[in-house]
């Protein structure tokens, strides 16, 4: 079975919350594209050349976790909405994951996510674990 593993630094930002701008545009309201380019420098510093490709049906677990603001003492996770939906946060993630680990991201057949809030051992980001299930 084939894993990639990888931890991104950072504070995860959702996909897919549209604004329209007029004239039929449509952008999106966060600046998740930054977020997503952070994940694939990230993916390309961990994995230079011996990068593992998918191309068969995967499970992925993905950790968010999230910076504790200080009113947030007696949380114990990350449910409002400034941490963002959770299928926003894996969608930004797996669109990420595109072409350079996943062929395309609709090989996830399986999917496991969770919003935390970081500690000293985990700081804020993402944690990706791809496992091949064939």
Request: proline share 9%; hydrophobic share 45%.
């Amino acid at each position: 079975m084939s894993v990639f593993a990888l931890t991104v630094p950072g504070k995860p930002l959702p996909k897919g919350s549209l604004k329209h701008v007029g004239k039929g545009r449509l952008v999106e309201q966060t600046k998740v594209k930054g977020w997503m380019k952070e994940i694939q420098a990230h993916i390309l510093e961990v994995y230079p050349s011996t990068l593992p490709m998918f191309d068969a049906p995967v499970r992925a677990t993905l950790h968010f976790r999230f910076p504790r603001p200080v009113a947030a003492k007696n949380r114990l996770y990350p449910h409002l909405r400034s941490a963002g939906d959770l299928d926003k946060l894996t969608r930004a993630v797996l669109d990420a994951l595109q072409p350079s680990v996943l062929t395309d991201d609709s090989l996830v057949v399986a999917l496991v996510a969770g919003k935390f809030y970081e500690t000293p051992e985990q700081p804020a980001g993402v944690t990706i674990l791809i496992e091949d299930l064939t």
